[in-house]
């Protein structure tokens, strides 16, 4: 592949060639560019739906997980897209995942959202640490005093017109949609584990 042809698919949507800044301004453009069908939720590949249809006697178990399957192999695409123009936090954070990990605690003030999530029997390359986060420059006011004691399913980032990032994130009762200015990623002892009251 030649440089110029190179450049020019850097930041565009791999099928239509679509500027990355485009959906910014047009998030639910992501879901039918790449096919998938979305019904109101802040997840765009992994939603509600789709988990919920992953459970047992659910009555559409099978092709649920072969849709799960396929959304997976696309968000992989997609993110691979965005992620050079992503902070290298975030994308540390999809990378790795904190798929069953447990919010601890909660916490948002003067625009810094904090949760500290056990990872103890969390499905992540985290495992045994308590992750905290911290969300620098948080837009609007996540509901941080809902978040105590949900499990952490599914993340998904996104570009976002109003900061740098946009992370969605499906809790096991909430969904819950970050838009934010940084990342800050740091791991303890599970030994210092404790649950503490949202603020």
Request: with cysteine.
């Amino acid at each position: 592949m030649d440089v110029k042809r190179r450049r020019r698919g850097v930041g565009t949507c791999p099928r239509r060639r679509y500027p990355l800044s485009w959906f910014h301004l047009h998030p639910a453009a992501v879901a039918g560019e790449f096919g998938v069908r979305r019904l109101g939720t802040r997840m765009i590949f992994f939603t509600r739906e789709l988990f919920d249809g992953t459970q047992p006697r659910s009555g559409w178990e099978r092709r649920a997980m072969r849709e799960t399957q396929r959304r997976g192999k696309i968000y992989a695409k997609y993110f691979d897209v965005i992620a050079p123009l992503l902070p290298p936090a975030v994308v540390r954070l999809c990378k790795t995942g904190l798929h069953d990990g447990v919010i601890q605690e909660a916490s948002l003030k003067d625009h810094e959202l904090v949760l500290v999530v056990d990872t103890t029997n969390a499905l992540s390359r985290f495992r045994g640490s308590l992750v905290t986060l911290t969300f620098r420059g948080v837009r609007g006011h996540p509901a941080a005093s809902k978040l105590v004691g949900e499990w952490w399913l599914y993340e998904e980032a996104h570009l976002s017109s109003n900061a740098p990032f946009s992370l969605h994130v499906m809790f096991n009762k909430i969904d819950l949609e970050i838009e934010a200015e940084k990342l800050v990623i740091r791991l303890s002892s599970v030994g210092r584990r404790r649950t503490k009251r949202s603020t």
